[in-house]
């Protein structure tokens, strides 16, 4: 009998324990203190010194956590500054998300550095932490400006970071009085077109490095007349347009290899300096013409054309169509004299204008006659206009900036022309 009832004990507080630890089959686990975890993805970026680096931070409610937690960062580089958004999150069992973005300036200086973030909160405190690479200023890896502007009569490519010209350098190149455009390819090289000596040039980096060049003056095959307008696309094909041959021409590489022309159809003839190309994502090709047309074909047959335009001022009318571009949402961009246009599609729907003509040189809202237009990773518009560069965040022209002026200094532009912009 007391060994009958010894045995019921035990068993008893074996029940007992069984239950506060919360073990078995399907049960939850009730122990512990309310607590939260902090976590930062990616676990490494990398940024050009003077650019922005984003990472999510994700905060983790345990036990019923529900207090609020402040966010901090530690480890930063010189010269860099961090914002969280939110700076406090109140985390869920599921995780609550804040954005930390780090801003570093073209003095931040290069290499690796780790951040630690801190969530603090109800008397507890974690931490987490991610590596931030910091290239050289233009590099991001590649040896590239931000921003590279074909400076015509100038006789050179000049290429800076920003806004304010920082980290301005130049190329010439013996012999070349003119350079029409200029343009990238996914490696990095840049190409230009040389107007008078009828060839492109691709370099390696600003430096001139890597030079290759192909074309000759003439009118057949790998050869051009007064070649203003380039392009490369996602393949690294290479769009010319032949302006004094009245044709675009596309070529695979540098060696002139799978060399095409087109030079219009029974409805559309290629013609004059305005003939700016440009080729979207899908591979659909966009140019401008000497006829106020905007043009848009599928491939380099003509398939699939589509005029848009006459001559005016009015919704769907063009006076002078010197540059193309299209955004991430397929809306097509114009640079049209004194004003840049946007429509939605081929059709005009959704046609926007901004800008009119200036007297006096460059005024908020007002240009002299627009070259090039080009975009960004945050869709900001960027345009030539004669001796300046402007970018503005959207078409209502909110967050006018200019750089530039006449002359041929630094930070100067004998007459900005081409544009190419890193995104």
């Given at each position: 009998m007391q060994r009958t009832s010894l045995i019921w004990k035990v068993s008893m507080v074996l029940a007992l324990v069984w239950s506060i630890v919360g073990c078995g089959s399907g049960s939850t686990k009730t122990g512990g203190a309310p607590a939260f975890?902090?976590?930062?993805?990616?676990?490494?970026?990398?940024?050009?010194?003077?650019?922005?680096?984003?990472?999510?931070?994700?905060?983790?409610?345990?036990?019923?956590?529900?207090?609020?937690?402040?966010?901090?960062?530690?480890?930063?580089?010189?010269?860099?500054?961090?914002?969280?958004?939110?700076?406090?999150?109140?985390?869920?069992?599921?995780?609550?998300?804040?954005?930390?973005?780090?801003?570093t300036t073209v003095g931040t200086p290069v290499g690796t550095v780790t951040l630690a973030v801190t969530g603090t909160g109800g008397g507890k405190t974690n931490h987490a932490s991610a590596t931030l690479v910091v290239n050289a200023s233009g590099s991001g890896g590649d040896g590239l400006p931000n921003i590279l502007v074909a400076d015509a009569s100038n006789g050179r490519i000049a290429g800076f970071e920003d806004m304010t010209g920082a980290g301005w350098k130049t190329l010439t190149i013996p012999g070349i009085l003119y350079f029409g455009d200029v343009a990238v390819d996914s490696q990095g090289r840049i190409y230009m077109t040389d107007r008078d000596g009828s060839r492109i040039i691709r370099v390696d980096h600003l430096d001139g490095s890597g030079q290759?060049?192909?074309?000759?003056?003439?009118?057949?095959?790998?050869?051009?007349?007064?070649?203003?307008?380039?392009?490369?696309?996602?393949?690294?094909?290479?769009?010319?347009?032949?302006?004094?041959?009245?044709?675009?021409?596309?070529?695979?590489?540098?060696?002139?290899?799978?060399?095409?022309?087109?030079?219009?159809?029974?409805?559309?003839?290629?013609?004059?300096?305005?003939?700016?190309?440009?080729?979207a994502g899908n591979g659909q090709i966009y140019f401008a013409d000497g006829f106020h047309h905007l043009v848009r074909m599928n491939d380099m047959t003509g398939a699939g054309l589509v005029i848009l335009g006459s001559n005016g001022t009015g919704v769907g009318h063009f006076n002078d169509p010197t540059g193309i571009c299209t955004d991430s949402s397929g809306r097509i961009y114009v640079a049209d004299g004194d004003r840049i246009a946007r429509m939605d599609d081929m059709t005009g729907a959704g046609w926007v204008t901004y800008g009119v003509h200036a007297e006096n040189g460059p005024e908020v809202g007002k240009f002299s006659i627009t070259g090039a237009i080009a975009l960004d990773a945050q869709n900001r518009i960027y345009i030539t206009d004669a001796g300046h560069l402007v970018r503005i965040d959207d078409m209502t022209g909110a967050g006018w900036t200019t750089f530039g002026s006449f002359g041929d200094a630094v930070g100067q532009f004998g007459f900005a022309f081409g544009l190419a912009v890193k995104h």
């Open positions: 975890t902090v976590h930062v993805a990616p676990g490494s970026n990398a940024v050009t010194a003077g650019q922005s680096s984003v990472y999510t931070v994700t905060v983790n409610a345990e036990n019923g956590f529900s207090t609020p937690v402040d966010l901090a960062v530690s480890g930063l580089p010189n010269g860099a500054t961090a914002a969280f958004s939110p700076a406090s999150v109140t985390p869920t069992a599921q995780g609550v998300t804040s954005s930390l973005t780090v801003h290759v060049t192909f074309g000759s003056p003439g009118s057949g095959v790998n050869q051009f007349s007064g070649v203003q307008h380039i392009f490369v696309d996602g393949l690294g094909r290479i769009y010319i347009g032949d302006d004094g041959n009245n044709r675009i021409v596309r070529i695979d590489d540098m060696t002139g290899a799978g060399w095409v022309a087109f030079n219009g159809s029974s409805t559309i003839h290629v013609s004059g300096v305005a003939s700016d190309i440009f080729v």
